[in-house]
């Protein structure tokens, strides 16, 4: 669009119908690398991979909510938001990409008050020396590593 046409456009309809209208949309992820006893807390997903707990956004929700509440629905514990770490963009089988805004949590509870949801196949602990040899996306590992120290 040329940038006359475009300011056209701002200037008129846009004022009823938002370009934002017409830009690409993928779905949001939180996710948290949760650290228990120097252990990273991992699920295995519907793809046989090691994942972060976490999850979509919901339409309204704000980012820290939804990754308390996706955490809470996946481990049965709360947690705590320690910090952010970073935003990355995912693609998930070469097919989709997901916006994952990625955080460094604090459970609020004991390995033994973690509960697997059933959006889940499996539930380990993972200390550093284990996860080079684990299915895990490259983009986790190196912020969790650095979490591990």
């Known amino acids: 669009m040329t940038s006359n046409l475009k300011k056209l456009y701002l200037r008129t309809l846009g004022k009823v119908i938002l370009s934002d209208f017409f830009a690409p949309r993928f779905p949001v992820s939180v996710k948290g ?9 991992l699920l295995k997903n519907e793809r046989g991979e090691w994942d ?3 999850g979509k956004l919901e339409k309204g929700e704000m980012v ?7 955490i809470t629905e ?3 514990v709360g947690v705590s938001v320690v910090k952010l770490l970073d935003v ?3 693609s998930v089988k070469n097919q989709i990409n997901v916006l994952v805004v990625l955080y460094h ?4 509870g004991a390995v033994t008050d973690l509960r697997m949801s059933s959006e889940s196949f ?3 602990l993972f200390d550093r ?8 996306s490259n983009n986790y590992l190196e912020h969790i590593l650095r979490v591990l120290h």
């Open 105 to 108: 949590c604090q459970i609020n």
């Open 122 to 124: 499996d539930l380990r």
């Open 33 to 41: 690398i949760c650290i228990i006893d120097n252990k990273v807390v």
């Open 64 to 70: 820290e909510t939804a990754l308390k509440r996706e």
């Open 129 to 136: 020396s284990q996860l080079p040899s684990i299915l895990l």
């Open 74 to 76: 996946e481990l049965n």
């Open 52 to 54: 972060l707990p976490g």
């Open 88 to 90: 990355l963009s995912v």
